[in-house]
C-alpha cells in the first residue's frame, strides 16, 4: 500500500494539518514528485503564489518566506517581500523559463473548498489553476502542484479569503514549508 502513495499513482493525494504526521507524509510525496526530475537534470523551482493582502491568499508568499528563512537550496518564487499574484503572475512564469532551461515547477497555491476539507493540503501531478476560486483568468502553472484549503468556497469568495484565519493559515504554512525543506535536502 504504501508503495502505491509513494508512487503517486493516486490523481491527488490530501493531509490534514491537524495531523502531525502530515509534515513528513508531505515530504515523501515531494521527494517522490522530485526525483525523477533532479537525477534528469531539472532545476526544482518552487512556485508560490499569493499576496500578502488577504489572510487566505497568503498561504503561497508565506511559504516561500519560509523555505527562504530555512535556507532551502533551490529556486523559491513568491515570499511575503516579493509576492506572486495575479498581476505579475505570466510575468514570473516567463522569467523561470528563460533562466531554467527545463524546470520542475512545483505550484503552491491557497483554494476553497468544502467545509470537511479546509485544513487540508492536496498535493498532484500537473498545474494549479490560480485565481479559479475569485473567477480570474489566470494562466496555469506546474508540473506539480501543492493546494492549501483555507476556507469554504461557493458564495462571496473574496470576503471569504479576507476572513480566514490566520491561525490555519500559518499552521498549514509551516507545515508545507517543512515538508518541501526536508523532501529536497534529502535528495542527492
Known amino acids: 500500500m504504501l508503495e502505491n502513495i509513494i508512487k503517486l499513482k493516486k490523481p491527488e493525494l490530501k493531509f490534514s494539518v491537524h495531523n502531525p504526521q502530515s509534515m513528513y507524509d508531505i515530504a515523501v510525496h515531494v521527494r517522490s514528485l522530485v526525483t525523477d526530475a533532479k537525477s534528469s537534470g531539472q532545476d526544482v523551482v518552487v512556485l508560490c503564489i499569493g499576496t500578502d493582502r488577504s489572510t487566505g491568499d497568503s498561504l503561497g508568499p508565506l511559504i516561500g518566506s519560509k523555505l527562504h528563512a530555512l535556507s532551502l537550496n533551490s529556486h523559491v518564487y513568491g515570499t511575503l517581500d516579493d509576492p506572486v499574484h495575479a498581476t505579475n503572475l505570466a510575468d514570473k512564469i516567463n522569467h523561470i ?32 489553476k490560480p485565481g479559479a476560486a475569485v473567477n480570474k483568468d489566470l494562466p496555469a502553472v506546474g508540473d506539480a502542484y501543492i493546494t492549501g484549503i483555507v476556507n ?37
Open 97 to 128: 523559463q528563460l533562466n531554467y532551461p527545463n524546470p520542475f515547477i512545483i505550484a503552491i497555491d491557497a483554494c476553497l473548498g468544502r467545509l470537511e476539507n479546509v485544513g487540508c493540503v492536496s498535493l498532484g501531478r500537473g498545474p494549479v
Open 152 to 188: 469554504v468556497g461557493g458564495f462571496m469568495e473574496h470576503l471569504v479569503l479576507q476572513s480566514t484565519r490566520l491561525n490555519l493559515v500559518m499552521k498549514m504554512a509551516d507545515t508545507i514549508a517543512h515538508g518541501i525543506s526536508f523532501a529536497l535536502r534529502t535528495i542527492h
